[in-house]
């Protein structure tokens, strides 16, 4: 059975850092392609980076030079950079494949950016 566990949110002021922590297990994660995703109140889940098998990384336009994925296969953990936040990072923040499996989804992490 497929568990992802998020970790790492919290409140932080515009332009501070985070770093956001998946633990997988259940999956042959060294071979999948991961992403982050988020969700922010009346909106769609959007995916905001992803890193696949080879460490090749893409992100969103919206947070391309503040984010950074990367991975350590050998803890099955993929984590993400945050930093330059503004308020509009403000989500719950998911990690799942890419694409994404339905019955996969965590509980997710709360980033919150406010001052």
């Known amino acids: 059975q497929v568990q992802l566990v998020e970790s790492g949110g919290g409140l932080v002021q515009p332009g501070g850092s985070l770093r956001l922590s998946c633990a997988a297990s259940?999956?042959?994660?060294?071979?999948?392609?991961m992403g982050w995703y988020r969700q922010a109140p009346g909106t769609q889940r959007e995916l905001v980076a992803s890193?696949?098998?080879?460490?090749?990384?893409n992100y969103a336009d919206s947070v391309k030079g503040r984010f950074t994925v990367s991975r350590d296969n050998a803890k099955n953990t993929v984590y993400l950079q945050m930093n330059s936040l503004k308020p509009m990072d403000t989500a719950v923040y998911y990690c799942n494949n890419v694409p994404p499996s339905p019955t996969s989804w965590g509980q997710g992490t709360q980033v919150t950016v406010s001052s």
């Open positions: 259940g999956i042959m994660f060294r071979f999948n392609t």
């Open positions: 890193i696949n098998s080879v460490f090749g990384t």
